[in-house]
């Protein structure tokens, strides 16, 4: 019972004649499991329910329903099983053990004839995973175009509004809670990248690992790519995709320039947004609070009156078509195909521009626009009186090319001595 454990709690407590109507029952919260007995929890509970020993919640003959809200992937698996061997079912918020380990929990479950809801593992109070499962059941999704991490998107949203540094903007997310005190999943884009392969898995019945995903954080981002973006008609966005291409999956997550007058370049702060394509019913937009206590608790509670009401049952048992052979295989990375924003540090000198043009071209990437700014008028000299080398940001945006080409252009672009290392890439949304 932490952070989203209380909000649960609390929408059960004070509101159980509205949850009682919707499930067909009542929903009585009989133990609540924590560490410390002693720490405040902003909620008073009748006496008994609050217990630090989890055997209190399995061996219980009279609870039928868990809430899992245990984080990472151990010793949360063996809880989950526990709970689903004691007869149990259960409703979790742990993306991260349905990505290592769903496989092995789904299976346990049906064997058990138990069913596992997730609504709240995937962009918190959004309704995507019903969505996905449910009501975009008559369409093959085609594309899946996301924010679905909100630290990253408030640290580029107050970048971007507030000229902060990448350093500044992650030390006010950390103060206003919107980002831990180790922000690693958050900002190299592995949080994003474990939401991503459920939704993967619900649209095209693949089972992605985490590193299948290719994945590209924001902390290498500097305010001037930003600034770059913005003059030629962009906003920068954590963006998670999933694209059918030729009847395979396209699939990463990575900062990406999107257009600005799209309706994922609308999405600020700590916001979630997904875009989703069916080949029937076209383009759908879904946004919301994407996290905190009480936009997951409604998640969540939503999956407990399904289970009660007997919903996530029907889809549970729809989930066994993914035992099967998948429909579709991964694309291999080197064949993903995008435009390109390149950004170089490079000496201020003749020829530079020409150099890695030529690379560019010997490996079949076309060039679309150029950034260069012009230098400061003077230079300061060196010692010996001669003016200093100056370096200089070099942008360029390219044609559509492959991941492929642009590596091999990368490895050769490694050995110009012109340019100060590291540059920066991204990808351009379509």
């Not at 868990?66 to 989950?80: F, K, S």
Request: aromatic share 4%; glycine share 6%; hydrophobic share 45%.
């Amino acid at each position: 019972m932490g952070t989203v454990g209380t909000g649960v709690a609390r929408v059960l407590t004070e509101h159980p004649d509205r949850l009682a109507r919707r499930a067909g029952r009542p929903l009585e919260l009989r133990r609540a499991v924590v560490r410390d007995l002693t720490k405040p929890r902003g909620i008073d509970l009748p006496a008994g329910v609050v217990t630090n020993d989890v055997a209190a919640v399995v061996n219980d003959p009279d609870i039928d329903l868990a809430v899992h809200l245990v984080g990472g992937v151990h010793p949360a698996r063996e809880i989950m099983l526990d709970l689903l061997n004691a007869g149990k079912d259960v409703v979790t918020a742990n993306k991260a053990l349905l990505c290592a380990c769903g496989e092995e929990l789904f299976t346990r479950a049906r064997e058990l004839g138990r069913t596992i809801a997730f609504e709240a593992a995937v962009a918190g109070g959004i309704p995507i995973i019903a969505t996905v499962a449910q009501s975009l059941a008559a369409n093959q999704v085609t594309s899946i175009s996301a924010i679905l991490n909100g630290t990253s998107n408030y640290i580029l949203t107050q970048m971007a509004r507030e000229n902060w540094d990448y350093a500044q903007a992650l030390h006010q997310a950390q103060q206003l809670g919107f980002a831990e005190a180790d922000p690693t999943l958050d900002v190299d884009g592995s949080d994003a990248a474990q939401k991503l392969i459920l939704l993967t898995w619900l649209a095209f019945g693949v089972r992605a690992r985490l590193e299948d995903v290719h994945r590209q954080g924001i902390d290498r981002l500097d305010l001037s790519d930003l600034r770059f973006a913005e003059e030629l008609g962009y906003t920068v966005k954590l963006l998670a995709v999933a694209r059918l291409v030729n009847q395979q999956i396209e699939l990463h997550v990575q900062p990406t320039l999107v257009r600005r007058e799209t309706p994922l370049a609308q999405i600020h702060g700590p916001f979630n947004a997904v875009g989703l394509v069916g080949d029937i019913v076209g383009e759908t937009w879904y946004s919301g609070p994407g996290a905190g206590q009480m936009p997951t608790a409604s998640a969540v509670v939503a999956d407990l009156i399904d289970t009660v009401a007997g919903r996530t049952r029907i889809n549970f048992e729809r989930l066994e078509v993914w035992r099967s052979p998948p429909p579709f295989s991964l694309q291999p990375r080197e064949k993903i195909e995008t435009r390109f924003y390149l950004r170089f540090q490079v000496l201020d000198r003749p020829r530079v521009l020409a150099d890695i043009a030529d690379i560019l071209g010997r490996n079949q990437i076309s060039i679309a626009s150029v950034i260069q700014h012009e230098p400061p008028e003077s230079s300061p000299e060196s010692p010996s009186g001669t003016s200093a080398a100056t370096t200089v940001p070099l942008v360029i945006m390219t044609h559509r090319s492959t991941e492929g080409q642009l590596r091999a252009a990368e490895a050769e672009l490694a050995r110009l001595t012109a340019i100060t290392p590291p540059h920066i890439r991204m990808p351009v949304a379509r």
